[in-house]
């Protein structure tokens, strides 16, 4: 009597630990993957997607970098900044004053300096410069980008121009870069193209020519080390450049960016600027599409992914922008450069090539973790075969059904064992 009432009493010890055991496996296949491109690319949660992880080939060399968001300086023992510096000093201009903020009455109204910040200018007055790239140089054709990113929780957004097959030009913060190296990567992975948008957003002609040039080589720095490759396009904040900090991006090899058409999706504040502002801009320009103004030299909108509201209101009038415009690609293939990086191992197709269909070409997966290292053929639109986004869309999509496959099992397993422990019982 006393044998056989022990018996149960051990089956239902095993079977709770069973039980205990499935439940501690679902548990560990749900959470993701917080250490590769295409793990973090796959968590929807924007919570999630926003908790802090640590990624050691980017927090293991942080140190080699200006702290985040102050204003870059050339770290004392940076012998190869301070070596690039040394080298293009000398091409700087002196005679162009540090600005203040607004540009004050005492400036020049014929704008010497070519300052966009006091007239728009986009075509500098110092020999040797080329001019801003501000409009989409095709005709009926939008040069799409979006400024300020990283941003954390990008993924809905990105898996939104994942969907419609869409590549845009995305201006990456240094500092945003240091604190989301997987979100940066998953541009990459995706087909985007991407540019510096220095390393603490500063209004760039207030800093004296070396903080200028800090600025954008830690930018520059941090992509290469995040992402692996090195940009050859900037953005200023603002907006706000002039020929001495201009002339400080072309001796880094930098093509200047910026914008004839601003959404404003980045200044809203409840009271000059609100929601609706944003609403207006973006229908006022898209009602100056349709009026032909872009029939003969495309277009640069400025947007954000700064935050939910930006990345909302692209994803809600992309539809508009679409049937509005022939086209609609990153700002790199409106101007056919196929070499948008320093790296000659992954080019961007040409803008031919883009609206025929080939939206990534050699887009090879640089990202320090990636083992891979295969380099991926072309990407089509009618034909989405091996690509860098279908092999990143490939990945994530693989994964994601792995992991259902496992909460399938796990949950079976669950059950069973739960149905047969009540009946032991
Ligand atoms: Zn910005």
Same mark, same amino acid.
């Given at each position: 009597?006393?044998?056989?009432?022990?018996?149960?009493?051990?089956?239902?010890?095993?079977?709770?630990?069973?039980?205990?055991?499935?439940?501690?496996?679902?548990?560990?296949?749900?959470?993701?993957?917080?250490?590769?491109?295409?793990?973090?690319?796959?968590?929807?949660?924007?919570?999630?997607?926003?908790?802090?992880?640590?990624?050691?080939?980017?927090?293991?060399?942080?140190?080699?970098?200006?702290?985040?968001?102050?204003?870059?300086?050339?770290?004392?023992?940076?012998?190869?900044?301070?070596?690039?510096?040394?080298?293009?000093?000398?091409?700087?201009?002196?005679?162009?004053?540090?600005?203040?903020?607004?540009?004050?009455?005492?400036?020049?109204?014929?704008?010497?300096?070519?300052?966009?910040?006091?007239?728009?200018?986009?075509?500098?007055?110092?020999?040797?410069?080329?001019?801003?790239?501000?409009?989409?140089?095709?005709?009926?054709?939008?040069?799409?980008?979006?400024?300020?990113?990283?941003?954390?929780?990008?993924?809905?957004?990105?898996?939104?121009?994942?969907?419609?097959?869409?590549?845009?030009?995305?201006?990456?913060?240094?500092?945003?870069?240091?604190?989301?190296?997987?979100?940066?990567? +998953?541009?990459?992975?995706?087909? /985007?193209?991407?540019?510096?948008? !220095?390393?603490?957003?500063? %209004?760039? @002609?207030?800093? =004296? #020519?070396?903080?200028?040039?800090?600025?954008?080589?830690?930018?520059?720095?941090?992509?290469?080390?995040?992402?692996?490759?090195?940009?050859?396009?900037?953005?200023?904040?603002?907006?706000?450049?002039?020929? +001495?900090?201009?002339?400080?991006? /072309?001796?880094?090899?930098?093509? !200047?960016?910026?914008?004839? %058409?601003? @959404?404003?999706? =980045? #200044?809203?504040?409840?009271?000059?600027?609100?929601?609706?502002?944003?609403?207006?801009?973006?229908?006022?320009?898209?009602?100056?599409?349709?009026?032909?103004?872009?029939?003969?030299?495309?277009?640069?909108?400025?947007?954000?992914?700064?935050?939910?509201?930006?990345?909302?209101?692209?994803?809600?009038?992309?539809?508009?922008?679409?049937?509005?415009?022939?086209?609609?690609?990153?700002?790199?293939?409106?101007?056919?450069?196929?070499?948008?990086?320093?790296?000659?191992?992954?080019?961007?197709?040409?803008?031919?090539?883009?609206?025929?269909?080939?939206?990534?070409?050699?887009?090879?997966?640089?990202?320090?973790?990636?083992?891979?290292?295969?380099?991926?053929?072309?990407?089509?639109?009618?034909?989405?075969?091996?690509?860098?986004?279908?092999?990143?869309?490939?990945?994530?999509?693989?994964?994601?059904?792995?992991?259902?496959?496992?909460?399938?099992?796990?949950?079976?397993?669950?059950?069973?064992?739960?149905?047969?422990?009540?009946?032991?019982?």
């Amino acid at each position: 009597m006393q044998l056989s009432k022990k018996i149960p009493s051990l089956q239902k010890l095993v079977l709770a630990l069973i039980v205990l055991g499935k439940l501690h496996l679902v548990d560990a296949q749900s959470s993701p993957d917080r250490s590769t491109e295409a793990g973090e690319a796959a968590i929807t949660d924007p919570n999630q997607e926003c908790s802090s992880y640590d990624y050691p080939p980017v927090s293991s060399q942080i140190g080699s970098f200006p702290p985040q968001w102050e204003k870059a300086t050339i770290l004392a023992n940076d012998s190869a900044a301070q070596a690039k510096w040394a080298s293009i000093n000398g091409s700087i201009p002196t005679n162009i004053s540090v600005k203040t903020q607004p540009p004050p009455s005492s400036y020049s109204s014929d704008d010497p300096d070519c300052w966009w910040t006091y007239n728009l200018c986009t075509t500098p007055k110092l020999s040797g410069l080329s001019p801003d790239v501000s409009a989409a140089p095709e005709p009926s054709t939008l040069g799409y980008g979006f400024d300020d990113g990283p941003n954390c929780s990008h993924n809905a957004f990105y898996d939104f121009l994942q969907s419609q097959n869409q590549k845009a030009t995305f201006y990456f913060i240094g500092s945003n870069v240091a604190d989301w190296p997987l979100e940066a990567q +998953r541009a990459l992975a995706d087909g /985007h193209e991407i540019c510096a948008h !220095t390393w603490s957003h500063p %209004y760039m @002609t207030t800093f =004296a #020519s070396e903080n200028v040039f800090a600025e954008l080589w830690y930018c520059m720095q941090m992509i290469k080390l995040a992402v692996g490759v090195t940009p050859t396009c900037w953005r200023p904040p603002y907006g706000d450049v002039d020929d +001495r900090v201009r002339s400080i991006a /072309h001796a880094l090899g930098l093509q !200047t960016i910026m914008w004839e %058409y601003d @959404t404003e999706d =980045a #200044s809203v504040n409840g009271k000059s600027v609100t929601d609706q502002t944003v609403v207006t801009n973006y229908q006022d320009f898209i009602n100056t599409a349709k009026n032909g103004t872009f029939n003969s030299t495309g277009a640069i909108l400025l947007t954000h992914e700064l935050n939910n509201f930006t990345m909302s209101e692209a994803v809600s009038f992309y539809p508009q922008l679409k049937s509005t415009f022939q086209h609609i690609v990153p700002v790199g293939v409106s101007l056919n450069k196929t070499q948008p990086y320093v790296e000659s191992n992954y080019s961007l197709p040409t803008f031919e090539q883009y609206i025929a269909g080939t939206v990534t070409t050699n887009g090879t997966r640089i990202s320090p973790n990636d083992t891979s290292g295969s380099s991926t053929p072309s990407d089509s639109a009618s034909a989405p075969s091996p690509s860098a986004s279908a092999t990143r869309s490939g990945a994530a999509s693989s994964n994601a059904a792995s992991e259902t496959k496992m909460h399938v099992y796990g949950t079976f397993w669950l059950v069973v064992s739960l149905l047969t422990l009540c009946s032991l019982w």
